[in-house]
């Protein structure tokens, strides 16, 4: 049986995995972003690991990225 520390690592890095694997332009962006900012990013409000999504256009408080997702602003950004 796992402790709730080793179940809860094991779910971190699944949802990591899963998060990369549906996320392929956002790295290549990020990637490319890291060779000329430093970290990638400069807003390091909306900046999370292994990378943030990169965002393709918004519409009220819907944000679409540009894997394809559509996410809610929860920050009015």
Partial sequence: MQTPT???RTT???L???YVA???RSRALYERACQALPGG???TTVYFRPFPPY???GDG???YDVDGHVLLDLLAN
């Fill in 41 to 43: 990013d400069t807003r």
């Fill in 6 to 8: 080793t179940a809860a």
């Fill in 22 to 24: 549906c996320h392929p």
């Fill in 16 to 18: 990591m995995e899963e």
């Fill in 61 to 63: 408080c819907r944000m």
């Fill in 12 to 14: 971190l890095d699944a």
């Fill in 55 to 57: 965002i393709e256009r």
